[in-house]
């Protein structure tokens, strides 16, 4: 089975994520400094779970990399 696909896919939401971090970061620097305590509780909040899913998704990529290499070395006999 070829697992380039999935490994793309996770390394793209890792991509999305982490910039879901900087962009939520950033915002409530600046929501903090005009004084929107809500505002920037929320983008914290949001910030949190796209770290969250960061991590998931690493962890996926590094079970995808595991099975990758665990059926190249079945497929291919020594």
């Known amino acids: 089975m070829d697992f380039r696909v999935w490994i793309v896919r996770s390394l793209?939401?890792?991509l999305v994520s982490l910039l879901l971090v900087a962009l939520t970061g950033g915002l409530c620097m600046l929501l903090s400094l005009a004084g929107d305590a809500a505002g920037a509780a929320a983008l914290r909040a949001l910030a949190l779970v796209a770290c969250v899913f960061f991590?998931?998704?690493h962890v996926g990529l590094v079970v995808l990399l595991a099975i990758r290499e665990l059926d190249r070395d079945?497929?291919?006999?020594?």
Request: proline share 9%.
């Open 12 to 14: 793209w939401s890792q």
């Open 55 to 57: 991590v998931v998704a």
């Open 74 to 78: 079945r497929v291919r006999p020594e």
